[in-house]
């Protein structure tokens, strides 16, 4: 197990109260390929918001198995609010999300801007307020 530290990249990482740190390996390093302070090349990421991690899910879920993070703020911002309004917010999970993709471990990319299981297109419901990445 790896336990998400409070900076990846230069960004400043920020969790909901009862937020469990500990995630998979392959999870980490997911973020750590796509959590970068110019992740896009029109506005700098400072900071994330993971409202949720290995915690509060039952099995079946990613997250029950320490392999998924949930982003729900872009730099202090909510993105319920957001997206796709806010160009700073809307750019930079454009950018998380597809940057993610090429990820080799990654397994699901669900958020305002993709949806995405295994690199191809999924409907799911949901996913307009906050970012999920997933690893397998």
């Not at 469990?20 to 990421?45: F, P, Q």
């Not at 993105?79 to 806010?86: C, Q, T």
């Not at 995405?116 to 690893?135: E, P, W």
Request: one cysteine or more; proline letters at 3%.
């Amino acid at each position: 197990m790896a336990t998400i530290p409070e900076t990846i990249n230069g960004v400043t990482i920020e969790f909901a109260e009862g937020v469990n740190k500990d995630v998979d390996h392959s999870m980490l390093k997911g973020l750590v390929h796509c959590i970068k302070k110019n992740v896009s090349a029109e506005h700098t990421l400072t900071s994330i918001y993971i409202a949720s991690a290995s915690d509060s899910h039952q099995f079946p879920s990613r997250h029950s198995m320490k392999k998924a993070v949930d982003i729900s703020r872009i730099n202090g911002t909510k993105i319920v609010l957001g997206y796709p309004g806010n160009k700073l917010v809307k750019s930079i999970v454009a950018a998380i999300q597809t940057t993610f993709e090429s990820y080799r471990g990654r397994r699901e990319n669900f958020g305002p801007f993709l949806k995405k299981k295994s690199g191809t297109d999924f409907i799911i419901d949901g996913h307009k307020d906050h970012i999920h990445l997933s690893v397998n």
